[in-house]
């Protein structure tokens, strides 16, 4: 779907379209280049009303644009046809509520092959953002609730808001720990206490409330883990999103798909999410969960209700949606209750 093409939600007109992509450099740029590439990036976005971020590392592209809905297809259009990159790849496009780089035109950050130029080691330049997933790893495998909660503040002092500690921090450093017990750097105890800890530093972010007409909606969802997941980061700071989104919240941790299905029929939710675990991949969820997907819409037939798939394996393969029967794969936490709103608002016109 095109930038353009997406609709804000009805009484939403300060809404803004949001796009992410990743891409791989066709030639290795200098520090220079990028600062050259960001500088002009930085002008025609100011001239756009389009504000965003831009990362590069290891011979990657990870972009998000945000703005108004044609202005950001304008510059979408221009970078499709950039040949200084290739395998351009969408990860996220939605309408949201508020920007999350409203201070900036073009946020840059960086890491360069190219050591000898000056610029690379220049105290100006932030740090890679690979490094702060990489310091986070550490404090949450430490169980160090006090130097995280340092670090969480100063991310909101310096301008992050929650959707960017999500989709840049949080998420990326969920998987990381799972990697690592897969590697067998870690312990199946160090895994839960990690994943704990990086709950409890996601709770400290604060949210935007949404627009008043998405605040009276009253949209009830139901916010599950699948069941017999042990891993309930997801499923918990979506919490936080749908609340500040003015959402009745329901939780749920069933050890049984008819522990599920017995909550949905006894509440009938506008929506559902299931979360698989955000650190290891589990591919081997996926037939089990079909199953849980189609008896749940059984349970809940005379009140059609949104049912979203979220984890590590739907972030990785949005596509693993339509084969388990949801109507929407998160690839990440950021939008979420955006998304379902939108959705829920469709299937009631429908």
């Known amino acids: 779907m095109l930038v353009e093409e997406t ?49 590069f590392e290891d011979g990657c592209f990870l972009q998000t644009l945000e703005g108004p809905p044609e202005a950001v297809g304008a510059v979408w259009s221009s970078i499709q046809r950039d040949e200084r990159h290739d395998h351009i790849e969408v990860l996220s496009e939605h309408m949201a509520a508020a920007r999350l780089f409203s201070d900036w035109n073009l946020l840059l950050e960086g890491r360069f092959a190219d050591s000898g130029d000056n610029h ?55 998987r990381a720990l799972g990697d690592a017990w897969l590697d067998d750097q870690c312990s199946e105890l160090d895994l839960t206490i990690g994943l704990s800890m990086l709950q409890m530093a996601g709770h400290a972010v604060r949210y935007i409330p949404s627009p008043q007409s998405i605040r009276n909606s009253c949209y009830r969802v139901l916010l599950a883990t699948a069941p017999g997941e042990k891993h309930m980061l997801g499923t918990t700071l979506l919490a936080d999103q749908f609340l500040a989104g003015g959402w009745q919240v329901d939780m749920a941790f069933p050890d049984s798909e008819e522990a599920l299905t017995n909550q949905m029929n ?48 739907f972030a990785e393969a949005a596509a693993t949606a339509l084969s388990v029967g949801a109507d929407h794969a998160r690839k990440g936490l950021a939008g979420t209750s955006v998304r379902l709103a939108e959705l829920v608002r469709q299937s009631r016109a429908g």
Not at 18 to 43: E, G, M, N, Q
Not at 145 to 172: K, R, V, Y
Not at 273 to 286: E, F, K, T, V
């Open 120 to 174: 690379a080691k220049t105290a100006k330049a932030p740090p890679a953002v690979a490094e702060h997933v990489t310091r986070l790893v550490e404090l949450a495998l430490n169980a160090d609730d006090l130097a995280l909660n340092t670090m969480m503040a100063g991310f909101s002092e310096q301008g992050w808001t929650s959707d960017a500690i999500l989709t840049l921090l949080i998420e990326p450093a969920a």
């Open 7 to 55: 609709q804000a939600p009805e009484g939403a007109a300060e809404w803004v379209a949001c796009l992410t992509y990743k891409s791989v450099a066709t030639a290795t740029p200098r520090a220079s280049d990028i600062d050259l590439l960001a500088s002009k990036a930085r002008a025609r976005n100011r001239s756009l009303d389009v504000t965003g971020m831009l990362l």
């Open 266 to 313: 006894a509440q009938h939710p506008d929506a559902v999410d299931i979360g698989l675990s955000d650190a290891m991949p589990r591919q081997h969820a996926i037939d089990s969960l079909r199953e849980t997907i189609e008896h749940s819409r059984l349970i809940v037939s005379e009140h059609p209700t949104v049912v979203s798939v979220g984890g590590r394996l």
